[in-house]
């Protein structure tokens, strides 16, 4: 306990001597009795790096909080200081380019790893909470999907909507969106939560929904992390599936591609017997990838060719489809199935099925994560660039990038789905093309020391900047997923019409502009507010 109690002790002053808080130390003190304030070096290390392994930031240090209430007292001393610091909320860690980090402030470990554990256990303890009658479970923001899944299947229930890697935190995924192939019928992870509870940068701990605080919930449901920390969230859920069929079949026409595509995710309105539950497509511009990637789905003894395909350019298109049923369903399940596949135009040799627990196909990435961790290929930079790309432009998108600048060679997959605009409530933050139909393209790169110049950060970034050039170049509307700018300028053209909804929500909610600082959208303010409640009103000094 006095080890304890010294650390965070030199935690405050160090906090006191670099940012001039204002607060008395004694209350800081109280501040983190429930949790730890670290300095130690393997938490602000691991603080100040994140998936994309492209930046590195310098945390003053890193709070593992033993409570929602922790949450706020930090940021409400943030906000009461003297000159400010920062304050930014992380999950698992897995942004691209430093939007969980921040410089001098400090790091909430939301995900409770490294030294507070056993914290993090009690502040679990009362999350993960299943109401079967309500249909629901209430998570902890730092919760991982994984976890969530675990918890709910116990009573037979799941969310309806996923990621398609589940070790990402629950609030990481809702201050962006989380899609993936339910997308099209279920919307975004955004579209399934019923409640909040959030610490906005007033340092406020208030519950928010349709009804109650509906600015509130709007904004941060995509908000980036801009207008509070995420420390609750209600998730609707269904009755669980027990087993799902996963079928891929490949394309060589990308207008039969998308066609297809297009038609699957019309069906949303249909009953679950006459539509799909799961709709993805990837681009297969590297034969090696077909085989090698998300497990081995396709048989070793019998691997896909690009070249035994007519494909146009050297390029495939692989359509991923499933369905889910209950084991006492089986016998029905083949037939469905077949009269879904009967209304599509694939490559009729193409076929390729497998059947999984419902379970086993959700988690099938980190499948795929072991084996590049065994093989010293996970912790590598990630260049990643997601984009929206409106359905009138995929087309051109096709032509300029998958059969252009990408050439035959890539070191990762590439995802392109399509999803349908209205299953988005457009009142959140989140801001896509505007048409009724609009398709992720994910190109989820790896940077790799394998002696191949076109796998090496440089190349891959460079190559993102001229994708990005030549959406702009062509008139295509893209709007970035997991968005990456430097100017607020480029912020400005990002939101569009919703700029100004986007920075008045900000001026409400984070008035000082201390949260999220590594998205790099505003300046922390230099002012000292008059009172917690007058935020509005704010005493410069500079």
């Known amino acids: 306990m006095a080890t304890r109690l010294l650390l965070i002790t030199f935690a405050i002053c160090r906090l006191i001597v670099t940012v001039g808080l204002t607060v008395d130390p004694t209350e800081l003190l109280r501040l983190v009795v429930d949790g730890q304030l670290?300095?130690?070096?393997?938490?602000?290390?691991?603080?100040?790096?994140?998936?994309?392994?492209?930046?590195?930031?310098?945390?003053?240090?890193?709070?593992?909080?033993?409570?929602?209430?922790?949450?706020?007292?930090?940021?409400r001393a943030a906000y009461s200081s003297a000159h400010g610091f920062t304050v930014s909320a992380r999950g698992h860690g897995h942004s691209i380019n430093g939007q969980a980090q921040t410089n001098n402030g400090v790091v909430i470990e939301m995900n409770g790893g490294g030294s507070s554990g056993r914290v993090m256990s009690r502040v679990r303890s009362g999350s993960g909470r299943v109401s079967e009658k309500g249909m629901y479970v209430d998570a902890w923001g730092g919760e991982l999907w994984i976890d969530v899944l675990r918890s709910?299947?116990?009573?037979?229930?799941?969310?309806?909507?996923?990621?398609?890697?589940?070790?990402?935190?629950?609030?990481?995924?809702?201050?962006?969106?989380?899609?993936?192939?339910?997308?099209?019928?279920?919307?975004?992870?955004?579209?399934?939560?019923?409640?909040?509870?959030v610490v906005t940068g007033r340092g406020e701990l208030l519950t928010c929904s349709e009804e109650k605080n509906s600015e509130l919930f709007h904004a941060v449901?995509?908000?980036?992390?801009?207008?509070?920390?995420?420390?609750?969230?209600?998730?609707?859920?269904?009755?669980?599936?027990?087993?799902?069929?996963?079928?891929?079949?490949?394309?060589?026409?990308?207008?039969?591609?998308?066609?297809?595509?297009?038609?699957?995710?019309?069906?949303?309105?249909?009953?679950?017997?006459?539509?799909?539950?799961?709709?993805?497509?990837?681009?297969?511009?590297?034969?090696?990838?077909?085989?090698?990637?998300?497990?081995?789905?396709?048989?070793?003894?019998?691997?896909?060719?690009?070249?035994s395909i007519n494909s146009q350019g050297g390029v495939l298109y692989c359509l991923e489809i499933t369905k889910n049923y209950h084991e006492s369903t089986a016998d029905t399940i083949d037939q469905e199935i077949e009269g879904l596949l009967k209304k599509l135009d694939f490559v009729p040799t193409s076929v390729f099925t497998t059947d999984l627990p419902y379970v086993d196909f959700l988690d099938r990435v980190h499948k795929a994560e072991l084996k590049l961790r065994s093989k010293s290929l996970w912790d590598v930079p990630h260049p990643w660039l997601n984009l929206f790309v409106p359905k009138s432009r995929i087309s051109d998108f096709d032509k300029g990038v998958f059969k252009g600048i990408l050439g035959n060679k890539t070191s990762g997959p590439i995802l392109i789905y399509p999803m349908n605009k209205d299953k988005w409530d457009q009142r959140s933050s989140v801001v896509t093309p505007d048409e009724d139909i609009f398709y992720l393209v994910a190109l989820l790169r790896s940077a790799l020391d394998t002696g191949d110049e076109t796998h090496t950060l440089e190349h891959l970034t460079n190559q993102n900047r001229q994708i990005l050039k030549f959406c702009d170049d062509a008139g295509i509307k893209v709007k970035q997923y997991l968005p990456h700018y430097t100017t607020q300028e480029e912020w400005m053209d990002h939101f569009g019409d919703k700029w100004g909804q986007f920075y008045q929500r900000k001026m409400d909610f984070d008035p000082r502009r201390i949260l999220a600082t590594g998205q790099r959208i505003f300046s922390p303010s230099s002012s000292v507010p008059i009172s917690n409640h007058g935020g509005d009103k704010l005493l410069s000094i500079s």
């Not at 990621?163 to 099209?184: K, M, P, R």
């Not at 394309?251 to 069906?267: G, R, V």
């Not at 309105?269 to 396709?298: A, C, M």
């Open 152 to 197: 709910t299947l116990e009573y037979g229930l799941a969310p309806k909507s996923w990621t398609d890697y589940l070790y990402l935190s629950v609030g990481g995924t809702l201050s962006n969106a989380g899609i993936s192939g339910q997308a099209f019928n279920h919307g975004p992870q955004i579209s399934s939560v019923d409640e909040l509870d």
């Open 38 to 75: 670290s300095v130690d070096p393997s938490d602000v290390d691991t603080a100040s790096k994140d998936f994309g392994l492209m930046t590195r930031a310098e945390p003053l240090a890193v709070l593992h909080p033993g409570s929602a209430q922790d949450v706020a007292r930090l940021v």
């Open 221 to 307: 449901l995509g908000g980036l992390g801009q207008f509070g920390i995420i420390t609750r969230a209600r998730i609707a859920l269904e009755p669980a599936p027990q087993r799902v069929r996963w079928i891929r079949v490949l394309y060589s026409n990308f207008s039969a591609f998308t066609k297809d595509q297009e038609f699957l995710i019309s069906l949303h309105g249909q009953p679950s017997t006459h539509k799909f539950d799961y709709v993805e497509g990837f681009v297969i511009v590297d034969e090696g990838l077909i085989n090698n990637w998300r497990s081995s789905f396709f048989s070793p003894s019998n691997p896909v060719k690009i070249t």
